[in-house]
């Protein structure tokens, strides 16, 4: 009668742990693929960008903005460092597939986006809407009519 409870209990607790591996394992192995994209990522991102960036410094590039602008502007670096991270950025959508995150992430992003489009709407309208309720005021007041003379801090 023992032996039998004992061998249940080893039986079930074996059986959890088993079951415990099998939902646990995925997750790990998603992970270290993640990082593993992420690492790849860092690496030919950061060569690339040298390549790019001593490719258009063989070309004098920076030399031709300034000989034909006057303009002194480090283009090499700029796009050497456009190019690593784009490449970074590939990377990491990539990590986040691998994670099934990707569809999360772009909502968030989405979303500030957003937010960030509507607070610059309402920055720009900040200057806008007083001017409209002044120009409106001035209107029905008719305080100032056609011909008549503005002094503005001792402007006429």
């Not at 950025?89 to 999360?104: G, H, N, P, R």
């Not at 305080?143 to 008549?148: D, L, M, T």
């Amino acid at each position: 009668m023992v032996d039998e409870i004992l061998t249940e209990s080893l039986l079930t607790t074996t059986d959890r742990s088993a079951y415990l591996y099998s939902k646990i394992k995925p997750i790990f192995t998603d992970l270290f693929v993640a990082v593993i994209i992420l690492l790849i990522g860092l690496i030919i991102g950061k060569l690339l960008g040298r390549l790019v960036q001593k490719v258009l410094n063989s070309l004098d590039l920076n030399k031709l903005v300034k000989k034909f602008t006057g303009i002194n502007i480090r283009l090499e670096e700029f796009f050497g460092k456009f190019v690593s991270y784009c490449i970074f950025f590939v990377s990491f959508i990539m990590a986040l597939d691998v994670l099934k995150l990707t569809k999360y992430i772009m909502y968030i992003v989405s979303i500030i986006v957003i937010i960030m489009i509507i607070l610059s709407f309402m920055v720009g309208l900040k200057e806008f809407i007083p001017n409209i309720f002044a120009g409106v005021y001035l209107h029905r007041k008719k305080a100032i009519n056609e011909g008549s003379i503005i002094e503005v801090d001792g402007i006429i």
